[in-house]
């Protein structure tokens, strides 16, 4: 099986909103759930990536490549979840992010690192337990992508970049 | 197991395959096929572990002299970093396709995370061929 890009998700939308009625709505409603808590984190994300472009707290390309990583794995999500009824994700500014940009440096990158950290702990626990074998995949290498930003962020930061032989490590 | 096994397979010679590029860096680049190399070898202990715990029987890995054939002619540094670059999105490619076919429990974590380590790798391995650090925003090994 090959996913590329830009089709890996959306695939993964066929499959959720097409997944059979009996295949319990309880199945599907806990994966619904999973998708949108994953969605409001790529959200996150995204913003956090956003605010360092603006503020200069991550060198501009780093910054901007990253946040469209996550507006693409969020736009992903989104098509996934699409044809159902969605709660509205959240988009208030974090304060841990407004003090994070405000002492710049090193302490954003540490702050950005914590958060990449909890995204691919967030999506090891979202391929454990979906019943649509169909996302697997596609939120795997949004996985594997968020274990990419682990590396640029503590490369940035001037330590090991590669520090677990496991992400998440348990 | 036979999933476990494939992935428990290409991780054997992965080991290998840093084994005979390694010699061909110097400096930092040498630092870090090192330092994969081990994390590698961590996998490959992991897995083991998995497959045994299931009941089945890890594939065993072969000697240096018997993947050598199977690695291409590597001249350079270049050469050697390619072939990293080609090992590890075979390992990504692998074990995203082992994940869509294993049941909902604890092995889809471990595989996935075992998917991620090697992401970082190929992460790692791009940096030192003057590529963009976290380059793909999804990241599927069939580059």
Redesign the interface.
């Known amino acids: 099986v090959r996913i590329d890009r830009r089709s890996a998700l959306a695939a993964a939308a066929g499959s959720a909103v097409l997944l059979a009625p009996q295949a319990a709505s309880g199945q599907r409603r806990n994966d619904r759930d999973t998708l949108e808590r994953l969605l409001s984190l790529e959200r996150g994300l995204e913003s956090l990536y956003d605010a360092a472009a603006r503020r200069g707290a991550l060198p501009s390309g780093l910054a901007r490549r990253l946040r469209d990583h996550e507006r693409l794995h969020a736009e992903g999500l989104e098509e996934a979840l699409s044809g159902g009824a969605r709660a509205p994700v959240a988009t208030v500014p974090s304060p841990a992010l407004s003090l994070a940009l405000e002492r710049g440096g090193r302490a954003f990158l540490r702050f950005a690192l914590a958060q990449e950290t909890a995204a691919v702990a967030a999506y090891a626990d979202a391929v454990t337990r979906l019943a649509d074998r169909d996302l697997l995949q596609p939120l795997g290498s949004i996985m594997a992508a968020e274990g990419q930003h682990l590396v640029a962020l503590r490369s940035e930061l001037g330590v090991e970049p590669l520090t677990e032989p496991f992400e998440p490590s348990r | 197991v036979g999933l476990l096994n494939s992935g428990l397979a290409l991780e054997h010679a992965t080991v290998a395959a840093y084994g005979a590029l390694g010699t061909l860096l110097d400096g930092d680049a040498r630092t870090?096929a090192r330092?994969?190399r081990?994390?590698e070898r961590?996998?490959v202990r992991?897995l083991e572990a998995a497959i045994s715990g299931l009941g089945g029987t890890p594939v065993a890995g072969r000697s240096a002299r018997d993947y050598a054939p199977a690695f291409p002619r590597l001249r350079d540094a270049d050469d050697a970093l390619l072939l990293a670059s080609d090992v590890e999105e075979r390992l990504?490619r692998a074990?995203?396709?082992a994940?869509?076919?294993?049941p909902?429990?604890?092995l889809?974590?471990?595989v996935?995370?075992?998917?991620?380590?090697?992401?970082?790798?190929?992460?790692?391995v791009g940096?030192l061929r003057g590529e963009?650090?976290?380059?793909?925003?999804?990241?599927?090994g069939?580059s």
């Not at chain 2, 994940?99 to 294993?102: F, S």
């Not at chain 2, 963009?132 to 599927?140: D, G, I, N, S």
């Open positions: 870090a330092e994969i081990e994390q961590d996998h992991r990504v074990y995203l396709e994940l869509a076919e294993l909902a429990g604890p889809r974590r471990t996935s995370g075992l998917a991620t380590s090697e992401s970082e790798h190929l992460a790692v940096g963009p650090l976290a380059a793909q925003a999804f990241v599927t069939t």
